[in-house]
């Protein structure tokens, strides 16, 4: 069991920068696949990224693809999520979450989630 907690949020501008860090406590991290979803103002959480256990088995929604880095530290217990060229749309609440074994993008499939990060971006 993992229980995740994301930090980094804040208020930026479009075309800003800015990274989220999640640090999920427990143990084996190592094992666990890692992913980012966010929930926009009146809109359902959708997947943002995913990273597995080997870190080049990634996976990214289209609407990020170019623009956001997912990465991991084993030995911290850490997932990152570095944002670039930050877009109005990009506001939402994101959070960490967590599942044994491998990556998905589907939220049902993730058992540990954060209490999440608000990302603001003014156009």
């Known amino acids: 069991q993992v229980s995740p907690v994301e930090s980094g949020g804040g208020l930026v501008q479009a075309g800003d920068s800015m990274r989220l860090t999640c640090v999920a406590s427990g143990h084996l991290f190592s094992t666990y696949a890692m992913a980012w979803f966010r929930q926009a103002p009146g809109k359902e959480r959708e997947f943002v990224a995913a990273?597995?256990?080997?870190?080049?088995?990634?996976d990214y929604d289209d609407s990020v693809k170019g623009r956001f880095i997912i990465s991991r530290d084993n030995d911290k217990n850490k997932v990152n999520l570095q944002m670039n060229s930050l877009k109005p749309e990009d506001r939402a609440v994101y959070f960490c979450?967590?599942?044994?074994?491998?990556?998905?993008?589907?939220?049902?499939?993730?058992?540990?989630w954060g209490q999440g990060t608000e990302v603001t971006v003014s156009s």
């Open positions: 990273i597995g256990w080997l870190e080049r088995n990634v």
């Open positions: 979450a967590a599942r044994p074994k491998g990556i998905e993008c589907r939220q049902w499939r993730y058992n540990y």
